[in-house]
DNA sequence: CCGATACTGAACCATATAGTTCAGTATCTA
DNA sequence: TAGATACTGAACTATATGGTTCAGTATCGG
């Protein structure tokens, strides 16, 4: 299970490593495409978006469904909230770090005020 | 081909697909740690883990300092802001793509009413 | 000063990735 | 039925990636 999800997360986070995969995304975010149309979008053969798609499908990031010749492609299911619970995961441990160097921070500038009053 | 990651954002995506490096940052969530640290704890050469840090440094994930022979690794400035941003306008699209397949299959529904009245 | 520690750089290796071409197969259309 | 269209699979190429070892260099502690 853990597995499992782990690599699922990995699957997605690979899927969106590639520039043209992630354009793939924003262009099926409008309308849905064959591959022939992606292809022509992004100045590629079908075998290398046949690739991408097949990626990007993996990931659980898109959908297809073949329609006699047409494979037609669209937008996935909601796996991508996976990867923005990740990243939001690490930006509340980031921040927590953040506000713990911002702790020490203020407990240097408090010293320095003591050692001010001190010294006069 | 020739990879040239033109954009931070990017460099941030691929820093991101590979496991140990999203542990890494996992890691240092929690607090700074030196390269030592963090060989030790994926298993892995200093030489090895050195690479990987590189690789976050560069997308702006972590910041490192030097001090002596330690090097000193830290979670990075607000980098991953952006990869959580792209994410939220796919995610928008996606919405907005789903709410007009919504629009199309109550149109549908609506129109098998129709057929449905008429035909009686 | 000497030895241990912490890292870096170069070279190397195996595998993965992004792309191609070419040769199919299946399906649509005239 | 013939030919065009849409894709798929296999084989191939070039480069990138993730890892290693080994040989340094710089720094710390005694």
Redesign the interface.
Known sequence: MVQYR?SVL?AA??A??D?TR?GV??R????EASITDLADGFHMTLTGMSKHVRVLEYAGLVTTEKVGRVRHC??GTRR??E??A???R??E??D???SALDEIVEDLKRQEKIDERTQH
């Open positions: 782990q990995d986070f690979v969106l490593a520039s992630r995304l924003e099926l975010g409008r309308s669209r937008i991508l909230e990867v923005a990740w990243i939001k690490y930006q441990l980031w927590a770090r953040f």
